[in-house]
């Protein structure tokens, strides 16, 4: 175990990256409030369908001047899909390749995560929102490790009329409205996270929550796709609801707000039938286009932010530096393989969770004779590594960095190492310390 926590120390300490100075405390003192928007990919922003923006609330958000918006930022989750994104976005590590971390290990590991930090380090309370039951995920456990002091979820909710709920919780915009009075009585600054749930498969938005601003979706051979651009909506509007919320309530004036869309929402074998609608043939479709749509949405809104696209190759392993920088809390001692997406030496080699990776100009996939192809992003062609040993040695180089980077985080992960490390200055959590238990309704 020694060896292990030494090499990891070792990786960390190799891979920091330091904050930029210009970011470095931007949003000190602020609340956070993360915004998960279930299966929302990237290439939704922007799109029209029949003429129509999809999601115009997020189109303006994405470009607002106070908005830090990503068009190069990747999903990396694996079969854990949400608690994958989540565990990356509160502890700074991967999921696992197989499973998911949060219901195998993540309900008797020790964390050193972000409720805990920005609660030790800087007085936050913290408090997850979410429309499902507790346990789904093993959530009610693992928000013990991590340190949230709160977790609403459904029992939390009042409304539990028939139409309320769908298969996977209660509708966002219930969900969202609802929560504004447990939202206001949190001792500020607060760390909130809001995890949507109404864009998620099978994409079926019951009629009667369906906008009246005459968007309609689109007309594909499957039916999965074409409800898809529906819930986007859907979520679309919630947000904008929400924000108004914020702004209404005064919260927006100090805090600062950060979007992620968790994972795809189509699939692979889907993406055929999207293709046209992006101006693709469905022919033509192959791995490298699948791959660029693993693309979602990072965004971070505050006032007297200086916003704009920020083209940045990086993903959901990155966030957590990110937004500790700004809240002015330091990272070098803490366990995080990712790097600050702000920082002049953020690595952009983003490594998806098969070990496939994209970097700037190459995105680089397992093909099935063992080996991988090598697509130039630029073209979208293949390249032919044969006639370029140089490139080749380069790509060799950066699938062993994935590699070491997937394996650090996977071995503290499988060996519960944390147990052994505590950072200066940090106290362990007291999972004992939490109780979920709704004495309300
Ligand atoms: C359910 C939700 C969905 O509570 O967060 O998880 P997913 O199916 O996307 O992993
Ligand atoms: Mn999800």
Redesign the pocket.
Known sequence: VGTDMDNVLQYTSDHYASPDPTYFGKAKGKNIIII?L??FQQFLMGMKVNGQEVTPFLNSLYNDKNTMSYDNFYHE?GQ???????TMLESGLYGLPEG?FFTSLGTSNTFQAAPAILGQKDGYTSAVF????GS??S?NDVYKNMGYNYFFDESYFNQKTDNASME??MKDKLMLSESAKYLEQLQQPFYAKF?T?TN??PFSLPEEDMSNDGFTKPDTNDNVVNGYFETAHYLDSSMQEFFQYLKDSGLYDNSMIVLYG??YGLSNSQNPDLAPLLGYNADDWNNFNNSQLQRVPFMIHMKGLKGGVNHTYGGEIDVLPTILHLAGINTKQYIQVGTDLLSKSHSQIVAFRNKNFVTPNYTVLKNSNGGHDVYNNRTGELVDLSTDPALSAKVDKWQDAVNQKLQISDTVNNKNLLRFYTPTGFMPVDPKQYSYQNQIN
């Open positions: 998960h279930e299966s989750v854990g899909k949400t608690s994958d994104a989540e998911s979410h429309g499902n039951i789904f995920w959530r996977y919780g995890i749930v998620h498969y968790d994972h």
